[in-house]
């Protein structure tokens, strides 16, 4: 089969700007390698000497030598992202969120990936079901990594019944390769009441500490309930008593791996500690965070970040009056911060709104997945001051969209005030309520 890929986009500057390849040309081989997909083109690509074959939208076929730095891009956006077609998953997981969803949403929300070279690229997590001994191999060979796994059991029979998959247990052995190939892994186990907790969590968490170093880390998350659920397998939500006795497994794990491996290997996400209301571990245990993105100290570094640039404000006295709206569960911390900005600039006015997700279920506690019906509701008549603060995991990826798709122009049209996104660090969160706009004083 000849593999194709049409360019999409090209970066101004970049080297094929200058080489003049435009959108709607067709990139055929590099180094006489024809491109499978995205891995092949990462991979051929590094290199410092590159003959590139392209055929031109006029029909010409270009073959361009190029010189460049070792790993410099070459500045390509191809019209498929994965230089191939995404794979979908196969399997029916009891605790899928895509399956919890209510219809009528965009049709992108509903497909659900299982695609290793996601993993690769963006992060995304994978169950290994999905990956032919082919794809096990081509990582190994290409060395692309990290690859994040989605685990949850290490027990075969267990995890086909959670996967509603016959294949999901003898799946587990690619991570065997993936091992012996030296390549570096994430996991992630989300757990469901009643199923994979408790002793399942116990061993699952011993045997893949046996991966270690190359599974460099291990995160427990809760599931995730919404109200849609009727048909679905029955799950219930954890209470504060399970919520303190998965952490104190998850400790324990974390004592005895440390000890014996330097690291501390398994974490757990930040739901586990508001839901047990227990302290959040210092900086150093999260290993480096190596599992931001799934929720696992996400609390921690915002509040470490808060606290080191509150430290060299000065304070003033000019007059602001904002709002800021989040989660449930980052509500607690936010208002803390509100609190002592306002103790150190008495002019300053901060209203914290905390919003129930009416949309997905109380349940549902993350920021990310408020939507902007449950935000003009729940702020329509309240105090909003000049400007309205909301964090970036509100909206689309690169765009002001929420998961309703209402935008933050429609937003702010049926609440009259400026809305302003936030990025996710904490130094972020002070420069938005102060507004950089205006010079800030510092110590």
């Keep these: 089969m000849k593999h194709e890929h049409i ?6 500057g970049s080297i094929a700007w200058e080489l003049n390849i435009e959108p709607g040309d067709c990139l055929l081989t590099v180094n006489g390698n024809e491109i499978e997909d995205v ?20 029909g010409e076929e270009w073959e361009l030598e190029i010189e460049k730095d070792y790993e410099e891009d070459l500045g390509i956006e191809f019209e498929q992202g994965l230089m191939d077609e995404y794979r979908s998953c196969s399997n029916k997981c009891i605790f899928c969120f895509i399956d919890q969803m209510p219809g009528g949403m965009r049709d992108t929300l509903y497909f659900k990936d299982d695609d290793s070279r996601l993993s690769f690229l963006q992060g995304n997590y994978v169950t290994l079901t999905n990956m032919s001994s082919h794809d096990i191999e081509r990582i190994i060979h290409y060395h692309l990594e990290p ?9 075969p029979e267990l995890r086909c019944r959670m996967l509603h998959n016959r294949f999901a247990g003898e799946a587990l052995k690619k991570a065997d ?24 969590l116990k061993r699952s968490i ?5 991966y270690i170093p190359y599974l460099e880390s291990l995160s427990v998350v809760p599931v995730g309930l919404t109200k849609y659920r009727e048909g679905l397998e029955p799950l219930e ?35 586990w500690y508001i839901l047990a209301e227990e302290g959040l571990p210092e900086e150093e245990r999260y290993d480096g965070y190596l599992q931001l993105e799934n929720g696992v100290g996400m609390l921690r570094l915002l509040s470490d970040e808060f606290e080191e640039g509150y430290q060299k404000l000065a304070g003033d006295c000019r007059i602001r009056e904002v709002s800021v709206a989040t989660g449930k569960l980052a509500y607690p911390f936010i208002q803390k911060f509100a609190g002592r900005l306002m103790e150190k600039y008495t002019g300053t006015k901060i209203h914290v709104y905390s919003i129930e997700n009416v949309f997905f279920g109380e349940l549902i506690t993350v920021s990310g997945l408020i939507t902007g019906q449950d935000l003009a509701a729940q702020l329509k008549g309240r105090p909003l001051g000049d400007r309205l603060l909301l964090p970036c995991s509100m909206f689309r990826s690169g765009e002001e969209v929420f998961l309703d798709d209402m935008t933050s122009a429609q937003l702010a049209e049926t609440l ?27 110590e």
């Design 177 to 200: 390769r993936l091992y012996e190939g030296g390549i570096r892994m994430n996991g992630q186990i989300v757990l469901c009441k009643g199923v994979n907790d408790g002793e399942e």
């Design 39 to 58: 891995f092949d083109y990462h991979y051929y690509v590094n290199d410092e000497s590159l003959t590139v074959l392209v055929r031109k939208s006029c």
């Design 416 to 442: 009259q005030v400026r809305i302003d996104i936030v990025k996710s660090s904490g130094q972020d969160f002070i420069e938005a309520i102060l507004d950089t706009e205006q010079e800030i004083d510092y």
């Design 206 to 210: 011993r045997e893949l500490s046996h």
């Design 147 to 155: 690859i994040n796994i989605s685990f949850h059991t290490t027990n």
């Design 7 to 12: 360019v999409k986009a090209v970066c101004p």
């Design 237 to 271: 939500p954890f209470t504060k008593e399970d919520a303190k006795e998965v952490l104190e497994i998850i400790h324990t794990w974390q004592r005895k791996i440390f000890k014996e491996k330097g690291l501390h290997f398994v974490h757990g996400g930040d739901e």
